[in-house]
């Protein structure tokens, strides 16, 4: 959920993503996605990855990650 700051804020956030959380330390509207470049908007960020410290914008494009890597998180 985000604060009242961040609600306004435009451009690219700048988060950090934990097990089942995230926390914004630079506000904006919207994150991009480590495997497609698409942005994802805030709220309707749902998969990321703690360990690799990435956001992705499906499971497919968090899939495709860990078909990459070889490994999980």
Sequence with gaps: MLGRFERGASGEAVVEYGD???RVIK????VRCA?????????????WSATRQEA????EAAM???AETGRPD
């Design 20 to 22: 089942g959380t995230m």
């Design 27 to 30: 506000p904006g509207s919207f």
């Design 35 to 47: 495997v497609t470049g698409e942005a994802i908007p805030l709220d309707a960020l749902r998969y």
């Design 56 to 59: 992705y914008a499906s499971p």
């Design 64 to 66: 495709k990650r860990l």
